[in-house]
């Protein structure tokens, strides 16, 4: 056999092999199926606010012995539930009406279940007061940590009256002094669940 008959043979065994290649890709198939589905998921909402605010109102001219009185209504909204609600404290401004925790101010949080009336510079409680910082009752009025509010509704409002006192042990050194307190409410959501 020559070597162009060789190489006719070899092509035309090349073409027979890419050919039945070809034929054989396209006799083999398999089925398939499939199908999708949406699912639509969003996050809730966990509110605070605070309405009949009067925490907002300065105190000026305060001597030891004196008293401030304050109100807020907390009430938790929002389409999680609230599990808890804190309270910090923080001096925005500073001096030793907040620094000296034994001798300056000193904080007492209580709830009542109505709004409650104010009488000059104080607010009285028609039924239901009660402290709401734990024990002690009155605490040094700088509290970074957060501290939890006992005994409040987590689904509706909450009055509460805010009371700051000089304690009469304060002596000269508190004269013309001046603090600027924040107060900042948190809510913390309920525990996960299945859903």
Do not use: H
Request: proline share 4%; glycine share 10%.
């Amino acid at each position: 056999m020559t070597t162009a008959n060789s190489r006719r043979v070899l092509a035309t065994i090349g073409v027979v092999g890419v050919v039945g290649a070809l034929a054989a890709t396209g006799t083999y198939s398999a089925f398939t199926g499939s199908t999708q589905t949406t699912q639509n998921i969003s996050s809730g909402t966990l509110t605070l606010t605070a309405g009949s605010n009067t925490l907002t109102v300065p105190a000026t001219d305060i001597a030891p012995g004196d008293t401030i009185q304050r109100t807020l209504t907390l009430t938790p909204g929002g389409t999680v539930g609230t599990s808890a609600i804190n309270v910090a404290t923080t001096a925005t401004t500073s001096s030793l009406l907040d620094t000296d925790t034994t001798n300056g101010l000193q904080m007492r949080i209580e709830k009542c279940d109505s709004a409650w009336v104010a009488a000059g510079a104080t607010f009285t409680c028609a039924s239901g007061q009660a402290d709401v910082l734990g024990a002690p009752t009155t605490k040094p009025v700088v509290q970074t940590t957060p501290l939890a509010l006992t005994g409040v509704s987590l689904t509706g409002a909450n009055y509460l009256r805010v009371t700051l006192s000089l304690p009469t042990s304060a002596d000269n050194s508190f004269q013309n002094q001046s603090s600027a307190i924040e107060y900042t409410f948190t809510s913390a959501q309920r525990a996960g669940t299945d859903k």
